[in-house]
């Protein structure tokens, strides 16, 4: 199957060609055409395997259509995603895609100034991708105009429920138009999903592609057990190795990451960090870095567990254990993404082991366990303790430092690339 078999035009099919791809993913193949066709529709795949293109260019074609037969111009796209960072590189995607097309596009979330989003919105922008509490603050003052709004799309829609935006996105699709093509795109069909189907969308379509509890097949999973003080020495003894050259490190507290980060900078590793008290501009730059290769780590907490989208991530390693298995799903599945290999490192504590027996039960399959070669695990603790990043109940991604959802922060997916063109979040 290729991309010229779904019905995209062909203003489309040049962009994806000169991004360098040439073989839409299964979640892909399977959505693009029912949209096309004007169906409601809801994807349920895991993180990594196209989502966002899968509505992306078909919603595409579509607008090039409507511009082919000059239609009315106006705000006729509407996507709303859980974090500022998905935001943001979902409309680096739109922009990628759209780039033959005369279309306008904005962006919508809070941390930031609202004047320049105001003025979008009064402009009647054609596509709108928004976090749900800045656009419905915006709302509620008039600024937006969705009258003539053709396609709504709700990305991340289990993360958005887990965040608590559910009210905010009830407002918010209240107001819509009811004549509208609505999608739906998460990571599970949970009970919650199905009641919002019910309420948004119109004999949607559904398309699963997957089983939700299995990580990435392309992702190697291992687990390295070591004592609590530990932690700071292993994880510069893995860093040794140079095919850790992009690496992603999970820390369950704010804190922690800080921590994390100032021992590999001592160490002379570049890192940044990711988390909800760092500024919006910081957490951009934060991510720019990393994708570039100005950084070599970037240690986050699970705010960023959908948030990041970075091709090439060699490891994924959790630092901290994570305290729920889904969590433990979102997180490895940032490497492995779109028929790429990876690899996942879980530091598993004698305190961790009762969530890592949860963990293996939840995904079907015991985990690897595997040795440092050339560590010395007997290594005492150091005057003071210390050595993991926190263990308090709380988890960062739910509830930890969240404050208003819209000033919250943080998904997708790559078809297959040929070697050479520059990275494209997919």
Known sequence: MSFRNLGL?????????????????????????????????????????????????????????????????????????????????????????????????????????????????????????????????LMDRNYADFSGLQFLVLDEADRMLDMGFLPSIRQVVRRLPKQRQTLLFSATLSSEIESLTHEFQRNPKTIQIGRRSNPAETVTQLVYEVPKHLKPALLHHLLRDPQMDMVLVFSRMKHGADRIARQLEQKGIRTATLHSNRSQNQRLKALKDFKSGAVRVLVATDIAARGIDVDGISHVVNYDFPMHAEDYVHRIGRTGRAHAVGDAISFVTPEDQGEL?????????????????????????????????????????????????????????QPQQRSGPPRQRW
């Open 357 to 413: 027996r949860s963990l293996e039960r939840f995904i079907g399959r015991g985990i690897v366990r595997k040795r440092a070669e050339g560590f010395d695990y007997s290594a005492s603790a150091p005057a003071g303790g210390g050595g993991e990043s926190d263990r308090r109940p709380q988890q960062q991604g739910r509830g930890q430092g969240q404050g208003r959802p819209q000033q919250r922060g943080g998904g997708s997916s």
């Open 9 to 137: 035009d062909a203003k489309i099919l040049q962009a994806v060609q000169e991004a360098g791809y040439t073989e839409p993913t299964p979640i892909q193949t399977a959505a693009i055409p029912p949209i096309i066709a004007g169906l409601d529709l809801i994807g349920i795949a895991q993180t990594g395997t196209g989502k966002t293109a899968a509505f992306t260019l078909p919603i595409l074609t579509k607008l090039a259509a409507n511009l082919a037969a000059g239609g009315r111009r106006g705000t006729r796209v509407l996507v709303i995603a859980p974090t500022r960072e998905l935001v943001v590189q979902i409309e680096e995607n739109v922009r990628a895609y759209a780039k033959h097309l005369p279309l306008t596009m904005a962006t919508v979330f809070g941390g930031v100034g609202e004047q320049p989003q105001i003025r979008a919105l009064r402009a009647s922008t054609d596509v709108v991708i928004a976090c749900p509490g800045r656009l419905l603050d």
